[in-house]
């Protein structure tokens, strides 16, 4: 059987799947599929995801720990009673803030929304939040601050494809999501891609040879870098006004704290000299004008190495102020846009996962929302509970006093993923009670009491919304293995045992259905939408509001606030200075490789993913390597006040000589969020992941591994 | 309400500000969070009629290249809103220390519990035969502070200063119109200008004492590289020339203007304009007439509080910071001055606001401010462009380059020095122990910017210090140079090689569709196919050769 895929990641693999159900698994392959996002390409990730379904690693019964801190395989029914037990003593004994629960961006709308419900409803705890915080929330929240509204590219992905100028500020789309660097042609052939990243990265290569220009800053300088620039397109003259006074609110205040940042004192911050600063921003400003001529303009894009700062909104929120005093925002020709960066890290951020969120992108403290939300689920507003922790926070809240005894993970894998991760999971293991939903023994997963085998891709019904704001289906192709469930069924089945007000469909279709209605009026409006609909293949975008026909381009009348203006929020560096790199101190960036997806839990199980990349390596500059006496493929130490990691090395020019870079795919003593502070960004959340001082020293002096 | 709150609600603290350039303005701006809650008072005397602007702008300006409202640089309209009083346009006659008040020019009198004076900086005027000057009495100035600053000091129609809005017009016209500019002075304002100006059209010409220009920043190389890079840029270097005297013609109102500048030997050097260039000097005088110690700039402790009155203030250019003498020490006035950097100004409002707030709130003791290290000086202009700070004057060929102290001081001072005039070129890096005390560095932007970044940290330069010139190397953005190397990636989406490609066309597979199928390179974006195309042909003619 042929399984067609439309999309790239594992998680996102099955978007456009076609097959009658019930095929064995074994016997799928993957084939690609015209799409407008991929044009039926691929990469190695989604090749392969086949493989995962028929994995000998994947977990075909729920496992319960026993006294001796093995697994023993139970029944469902057994291993839900536990669950539901332990969860009513706890709420009883420690109140319903007890129970926390963890989320994912790589679950389908329906789950999403199902958890987020399930939590609030079922649970009646506050304590839900998700790895989206580690992803998208900084974009967002800027988003959300400047426009209203946070939808990942307020335009259609292929509109990209006829752009003149594209800046891409800190993504690796080459690595991470291959298949899209189709839509950077256009800009490389007009000599118009501008990569801002301190690795010179297979994205950077792609403006080799005339195609455009890779701006290497030092790690953490991007606020000041966007600044800058901002600068230099005022006092240059290069300002769209009339979109400004048309569209916006608040340039007055951004010109005047723009104006601390001329070209030098930025250089004297970034690294970056004068000339190239002075370059880009005439480039940006030229297709800028060339789009409003021809309608091939200027996209600026952001990707989490901007975004992943304890600084990170405010960040985002300067490349926004960038592209609005270039007026690219809200027009049919050029734009802003985050670049999403999990299976469904869009619609996973839209529908209730967050802390602070209802359906439909509601605030969950708003009394409207509370009101229309509580009617849809059939409960009292005011059993709702309120605002809970953000991820970081809620981490922190485990096992402490007045927190969370016992943990719900779905979708995550925290060991690996959280920074600090020695520490959280230390204090998993003070848990009166974990519970973990997912394929594999993941590195969380180990540390359960409860492990619930759950659906894969190609095995479940559901939709996903893409970063263009595209609502996807995905459709079971194969019948998941006996003994596996989805968690929709799981959370039904939880629900009733502990005798929860509303209802829990254990049907995509029931829920999909249900979250349209909850959506009805917010901000991520799906109401207009159905499976029905959907299963026509007719390109659909939210907002959807019934009647309508859909959103493909946002703000080309107006931005979501009330006035209609788009914000230009003044921002400033005040995280300014860095230690002194001395004797093998350097700054410490993370990020993917082509081959691994996330913490790796399941691209590390593809043999030729893991024989391609089999282990963590830490890159760096060969003048550094030399100083340090550290040559290529020796081990290294890479450590913080935190934790440690020993790996190998990877001596590149690719690199700037005061950074090293590793992947954080990997688990145990080579993760790199051992070495990452958690210390978080005021308004997002975001953890610091992308400028971690850190010590680095050859382990062995001659060879010798030890 | 606590107790102490009411009391400050009802007493709040009186602050008083002198000075509303950008310095004064940070202040304010930090200042404003304690003042919206009531328990301070701010009044803001300023002496230009106009709201602060960005003064590291004002050579921008006076070519053109920045316009009035690029250099705004604060919300004047939020400061009044949160209820700071603003007196501009506006000049301190007095400080009254016994009334702890100071009196205005408008006849005010404003009591204060602290006084901050940011006053800033004047350029100076050189002692020229047909200039009038201000004589300013280092031990006994006179008693009109307000007349030192600009009574009787106005210059000769034709030649100006560069320090304030006025000035930057009287450039512009002259720039704009292509005239004929000289620069008195070769210190980085006065480069900056006249190599705008002749980038702009005009003609400029630098005149200056010593043997090269920016001497207080560059060593001996980096000077003769700048001076050769100006004069390609078709500015004239006068060197060796001390000024001395004016010729002026009459305008047809009769009124003198300039005509030509000439020096000691006798050289007359003509022009439309004449740009004094010749660096700046503290406003000391009101503090000095309040009785209050002054040096090089208005005496203040690592707590920028005054030698000699501990409710007085200073930050900014006017400010000279100095450990206070103690009994017994030589009396003589301690060395330094005001650095005329705008960063250690920001830094030292910053750090004074929030030690205020601190104080007024009763919360915790403010961390220390830490002394600004040398301040990195850049010239930039179109194709010139100059970064040097600290010590660069340090020889390579003196052993341990600081001679004597490289007895006592455990790691040598050592210099790298790169060399190339021909085209423009020079990089000086002075290190102790791999640490930069200082460096030059000279048409080399790239490198200027990573030095500039590792001086800044205190960081350790690269045991290989030739990895840092590469920066602005032809070969630093590498090119299609290696393309059909077996390591070289053709399929990003799928990590495929030349060589893999290159391996399964021997095994037969000889199209880019069966390529394709085997190896997945071209399968995601199909961006890459032509490429796997050529890697085919190549390959081809090499086995079809061999």
């Not at chain 1, 044009?39 to 995801?49: D, E, I, M, P």
């Not at chain 2, 502070?145 to 320090?163: I, K, S």
Request: charged share 20%; net charge negative; hydrophobic share 40%.
């Amino acid at each position: 059987m042929k399984l067609s895929l439309g999309e790239t990641t594992p998680a996102e693999a099955d978007a456009a799947a076609s097959a009658s159900p019930a095929a064995p698994a074994a016997s799928l392959t993957v084939a690609g599929r015209a799409f407008p996002t991929n044009r039926g390409g691929l990469c190695k990730k989604g090749w392969t995801a086949a493989e995962l379904l028929v994995s000998p690693d994947r977990i075909l019964e729920p496992m319960v720990r026993q006294n001796d801190g093995t697994f023993a395989a139970t029944s469902w029914s057994h291993a839900l009673d536990l669950v539901a037990a332990k969860l009513r003593v706890t709420r009883a004994e420690y109140g319903a803030d007890a129970v926390g629960v963890f989320g994912g961006g790589g679950l389908t709308n329906e789950k999403a929304y199902q958890l987020g419900k399930f939590t609030r409803v079922a649970l009646g705890s506050s304590r839900i939040d998700y790895n989206g915080r580690f992803c998208m929330s900084s974009a967002a929240a800027a988003g959300n601050r400047a426009f209203g509204l946070d939808r990942g590219l307020p335009f259609r992905v292929d509109e990209l494809d006829t752009a003149d100028t594209i800046l891409i500020l800190g993504s690796n789309v080459a690595q991470t999501m291959p298949p899209f660097i189709g839509h950077l042609e256009g800009a490389r052939a007009a000599g118009g891609l501008v990569v801002i990243d301190p690795r010179r990265t297979a994205t950077a290569r792609l403006t080799d040879d005339g195609a455009g220009m890779h701006v290497q800053p030092t790690p953490g300088s991007d606020l000041v870098l966007l600044l800058g620039l901002t600068h230099i397109v005022i006092v240059e003259k290069l300002v769209d006004r009339g979109y400004l006074a048309n569209r916006t609110t608040g340039f007055d205040a951004v010109r005047r704290c723009v104006s601390r940042w001329w070209p030098t004192r930025v250089q004297e911050q970034t690294g970056v000299p004068v000339w190239q600063l002075r370059q880009l921003a005439r480039r940006l400003a030229a297709g800028a004008a060339r789009g409003a001529a021809t309608g091939s303009g200027t996209y600026i894009l952001t990707g989490r190495g901007v975004e992943q700062h304890a600084d990170g909104t405010d960040t985002a929120t300067a490349a926004i102020n960038l592209s609005l005093v270039l007026g690219l925002v809200g027009t049919t020709h050029s734009g802003y846009g985050t670049l999403t960066g999990q299976g469904n890290g869009q619609g996973g951020r839209e529908h209730g996962q967050k802390c602070d969120q209802l359906p439909g992108y509601r605030k969950i403290n708003d009394p409207v929302a509370r009101t229309h939300v509580a009617g849809v689920w059939g409960v009292d507003p005011d059993s709702l509970p309120g605002v809970g922790l953000p991820a970081v926070e809620l981490l922190g809240a485990l096992g402490e006093p007045g927190g969370i005894r016992c943990l719900l993970v779905h979708g995550s894998n925290i060991v690996v993923s959280a920074p600090n991760a020695d520490q959280v999971r230390a204090a998993l293991k003070t848990l009166d009670f974990l519970v973990v939903a997912d394929f594999f023994f993941s590195d969380t997963a180990v540390l359960a009491d409860v492990v619930l085998p759950v659906t894969q891709w190609a095995e479940e019904e559901g939709t996903m919304t893409s970063l263009e704001g595209r609502v996807i289906r995905r459709r079971l192709a194969v019948n998941a293995p006996e003994g596996v469930r989805s968690e929709l069924w799981i959370w039904q089945e939880l629900a009733r045992r502990l005798d929860s007000a509303g209802t829990f469909s254990s049907q995509a279709s029931e829920v999909f259905d249900e979250l349209c209605r909850a959506s009805k009026g917010g901000l991520a409006d799906y109401s207009g939408l159905s499976y029905a609909l959907l299963d026509t293949e007719e390109p659909v975008f939210w907002p959807y509001p019934v009647g309508s026909t859909g959103t493909p381009r946002l703000f080309l009348d107006r931005f979501a606030h009330p006035d209609g203006l788009a914000r230009l929020v003044v921002v400033e560096a005040r995280r300014l200075g860095a230690p002194a790199q001395v004797g093998g101190t350097l700054t410490l960036i993370t990020g993917r490789l082509l081959e691994h997806y996330q913490s790796g839990t399941q691209t590390r199980r593809v043999r030729e993913l893991s024989d391609a990349q089999p282990e963590a390596r830490l890159q760096l500059h060969p003048a550094t390597a030399e100083q340090f006496g550290i040559s290529d493929e020796a081990w290294v130490e890479v450590s913080t006040d935190r934790g440690t990691v020993r790996c190998r090395a990877q001596v590149s020019t690719d690199i700037r000589f005061d950074t090293v870079f590793l992947p954080f795919h990997f688990s145990d003593d080579q993760r790199a969020n051992l070495l990452t502070d958690d210390e978080t960004d005021p308004v997002s959340g975001m953890p610091e992941f992308k400028k971690t001082t850190v010590r680095v020293r050859a382990l062995v002096k001659a060879g010798a591994h030890v | 309400m606590s107790e102490r709150s009411t009391s400050q609600m009802q007493n709040p603290e009186r602050i008083v500000l002198v000075g509303y350039g950008p310095v004064g303005a940070r202040f304010v701006e930090e200042l404003l969070p304690l003042v919206r809650r009531g328990v301070a008072t701010l009044t803001v005397v300023g002496a230009e009629n106009t709201d602060a602007y960005n003064r590291v702008l004002i050579a921008e300006h006076a070519v053109g290249n920045a316009d009035r409202d690029s250099l705004e640089i604060t919300d004047t309209f939020a400061a009044r809103e949160a209820g700071v009083h603003l007196h501009l346009g506006v000049s301190v006659t007095a400080i009254l220390r016994s009334r702890s008040a100071v009196s205005l020019s408008d006849g005010t009198l404003l009591t204060y519990d602290r006084l901050v004076l940011a006053t800033g900086a004047r350029a100076n005027i050189p002692t020229l035969a047909g200039i009038i000057r201000v004589r300013r009495d280092r031990q006994m100035p006179a008693a009109d502070a307000a007349a030192l600053d600009t009574g009787g000091a106005t210059l000769p129609r034709g030649v100006t200063v560069l320090r304030d809005l006025d000035d930057a017009q009287r450039v512009l016209a002259a720039v704009t119109a292509g005239k004929r500019i000289v620069v008195l002075g070769a210190g980085v304002l006065g480069m900056e200008i006249a190599l705008a100006a002749a980038s702009a059209g005009a003609q400029s010409c630098v005149v200056y004492h010593g043997e090269i220009p920016m001497n207080r920043n560059l060593d001996r190389g980096g000077g003769n590289v700048l001076a050769q890079s100006a004069r390609r840029a078709g500015v004239t270097m006068v060197n060796h020339s001390r000024a001395e005297s004016l010729l002026f013609h009459r305008d047809d109102d009769g009124v003198d203007r300039f005509d030509a500048l000439i020096c000691a030997d006798g050289k007359q050097i003509h022009g439309d304009l004449l740009l004094l260039s010749c660096g700046v000097g503290a406003r000391t005088e009101l503090a000095q007439l309040a009785g209050l110690p002054v040096s090089t700039g208005i005496l203040v402790d690592s707590n920028l509080q005054s030698w000699g009155d501990p409710r007085v203030y200073a930050i900014g250019d006017c400010a000279h910071v100095a450990p206070v003498r103690r009994a017994g020490e030589s009396t003589a006035l301690p060395t330094g001055g005001p650095s005329g950097l705008i960063e250690p100004g920001w830094r030292q409002a910053d750090w004074l606001a929030r030690r205020f707030s601190n104080e007024v709130l009763g919360a915790g003791e403010v961390h220390a401010l830490i002394g600004a290290a040398a301040g990195v000086v850049m010239l930039k202009a179109e194709g010139v462009e100059v970064v040097s700070v600290g010590n660069t004057v340090a020889d390579p060929w003196v052993h341990g380059a600081d001679g004597h102290a490289a007895a006592c001081d455990a790691a040598p001072l050592n210099v790298s020095q790169w060399a190339d005039p021909e085209h423009g070129r020079y990089v000086k890096m002075v290190t102790r122990a791999g640490i930069l005390e200082g460096f030059v560095c000279v048409g080399m932007p790239r490198t200027a910017a990573e030095l500039t970044l590792l001086f800044e940290r205190g960081s350790e330069l690269p045991a290989d210090r030739s990895v840092l010139l590469r920066y602005d190397g032809p070969d630093y953005e590498p090119s299609v140079a290696g393309a059909f190397d077996m390591g070289a990636t053709v399929c990003w989406c799928n990590g495929v090689t030349v060589g893999a490609i290159a391996e399964s066309a021997e095994v037969g597979n000889t199209s880019v569709a069966c390529i394709g199928a085997a190896t997945r390179a071209g399968t995601g974006c199909g961006g890459c196919k032509m490429r796997i195309g050529e890697v085919l042909d190549r390959f081809a003619t090499f086995g079809a050769m061999s």
